[in-house]
């Protein structure tokens, strides 16, 4: 079973406070995403990467910045955290190579308060 | 773009009784891939059942669902609701179309199964 760990587990900030969420997968998987959980919302996706170096802009970026600095580990970065930003996030890891393998593999999550 | 339609925000169910959540999707691509993933409380998400077949039933740990591409339509079902059942589903639907390996989530379906 594929791994993938964040930290920390919770994170409580001020507003305008300086935020930074960590994840790392150990599966040589190429394709990395951020996702955050919010009730009525869903998952939405934050960033992803498909390898070390690699950004590409999810559906809701705004607020947030990623970076991937290995192929193993994938930061999301909040520089200037607003309440609006209170959620639970996710990390997520996938071989998207073909159809066989498209499965993400999440992480048991961030909760983060921004008061 | 791509869309996921969970009509459900919330079902109860007794314990014993059948499910069915629905899952409608809209994508240009003609060929699309969809997931069933299941959350349970203090746990990471996990792939629950997934397909790309049309008209073709895919089951996994009691549960199953038809890709049915003339309605848009991956409704998951399960004959007899468990305690355990109690968890958010989520359906979601790949961007195969682009290659990214990007998920489509719909907003979730919290299944509440009483005794």
């Known amino acids: 079973e594929a791994a993938v760990t964040q930290s920390p587990r919770n994170k409580v900030t001020v507003t305008g406070g300086n935020v930074t969420l960590s994840c790392r997968q150990t599966?040589?998987?190429?394709?990395m995403y951020w996702y955050r959980q919010d009730t009525g919302h869903g998952l939405r996706l934050i960033h992803y990467?498909?390898?070390?170096?690699?950004?590409q802009i999810g559906d809701v970026p705004d607020g947030y910045k990623a970076t991937r600095t290995t192929q193993e580990d994938f930061f999301l970065l909040l520089e200037l955290a607003s309440p609006s930003q209170t959620s639970l996030y996710f990390c997520?890891?996938?071989?998207?190579?073909?159809?066989?393998?498209?499965?993400?593999?999440f992480g048991h999550g961030t909760k983060l308060s921004v008061l | 773009g791509d869309s996921v339609t969970q009509t459900e925000g919330l079902v109860t169910l007794t314990e014993g009784l059948p499910v069915m959540l629905n899952c409608t999707y809209q994508?240009?691509?003609?060929?699309?891939?969809l997931f069933w993933y299941v959350h349970y409380l203090n746990e990471s998400p996990r792939l629950l059942l997934k397909?790309?077949?049309?008209?073709k039933r895919t089951e996994h740990q009691g549960f199953h669902a038809t890709l049915h591409k003339s309605s848009s339509s991956f409704h998951l079902q399960k004959s007899s609701a468990q305690l355990s059942d109690s968890a958010l589903y989520y359906c979601?639907?790949?961007?195969?179309?682009?290659?990214?390996?990007?998920?489509?989530f719909g907003d979730g379906t919290v299944l509440t199964v009483k005794p």
């Open positions: 997520a890891s996938s071989d998207a190579g073909g159809a066989a393998n498209e499965r993400l593999f």
């Open positions: 599966n040589s998987h190429n394709y």
């Open positions: 990467s498909y390898g070390a170096g690699n950004l």
């Open positions: 994508t240009i691509y003609s060929n699309p891939f």
């Open positions: 397909s790309s077949t049309d008209n």
């Open positions: 979601a639907l790949s961007d195969r179309g682009t290659n990214t390996g990007k998920l489509t």
